[in-house]
């Protein structure tokens, strides 16, 4: 799992750590396969660190993220596919805003 955001990443940063932090992950792996098993951006709440919540940071991260992992050819797994309203005692204003499809089911992008 690799998240940028709570990391305080800001979002000209994000795809660079997810990049280095999977590099990282595959030279201890030693030749084992290496999933990104969750990484994704909110696209609501507040800030951490340098990361800041919004559709725009969202939609640009997860097209980043697309790109790379068809463009050399890494496994990942996006999260999330739809908001989870439950999160936002456990996770603050952004825990909720995960998705790509809002809690009644709409695209948000």
Do not use: H, R
């Not at 792996?29 to 909110?42: D, Q």
């Not at 919004?54 to 790379?68: D, G, H």
């Not at 439950?86 to 998705?99: I, Q, T």
């Amino acid at each position: 799992n690799c998240y940028p955001f709570w990391e305080g990443c800001s979002i000209e940063e994000a795809s660079q750590y997810l990049k280095q932090m999977y590099t990282v992950t595959k030279n201890v792996a030693k030749g084992k396969p290496v999933i990104v098993t969750e990484t994704g951006w909110p696209n609501q709440g507040g800030t951490e660190g340098g990361a800041t919540a919004s559709e725009a940071n969202a939609m640009k991260y997860f097209i980043n993220t697309q790109v790379w992992s068809a463009n050399d050819n890494i496994d990942v797994f996006y999260f999330s596919s739809f908001d989870e309203s439950w999160k936002v005692g456990a996770e603050g204003d952004v825990g909720a805003y995960w998705g790509l499809w809002d809690k009644d089911e709409k695209l948000k992008f």
